[in-house]
């Protein structure tokens, strides 16, 4: 799918993109091009192939679930400007 000069200035337009107007023949060729790999990789039968998370058969190294800081929420509310039945009050910023 081959793009035009319009669709380039549109696309930068969408995209809140300032490009200078030398600029737009290799914005077309490149994002041509992009889209051509696109509808090539679109084209290949992928019925079989079955999803993954990762290439890699990896699985994630997870550290234990523990409590690591002691409870300091009596101190902080402490000496916090306002709070109320465990929360802390904060000023309303919508109108």
């Not at 380039?8 to 051509?36: C, G, Q, T």
């Amino acid at each position: 799918m081959a793009l035009s000069k319009e669709d380039v200035v549109n696309i930068a337009h969408l995209a809140r993109l300032a490009i200078d107007a030398k600029d737009i023949p290799e914005y077309e060729k490149n994002l041509s091009n992009i889209l051509a790999l696109v509808e090539q990789m679109s084209q290949v039968d992928t019925t079989q192939v079955e999803p993954m998370a990762h290439p890699l058969d990896a699985v994630q190294r997870l550290r234990p679930d523990e409590v690591t800081e002691t409870d300091q929420r009596e101190h902080f509310q402490s000496i916090a400007p306002a709070t109320e039945n465990g929360l802390y009050l904060v000023p309303k910023v919508i109108e």
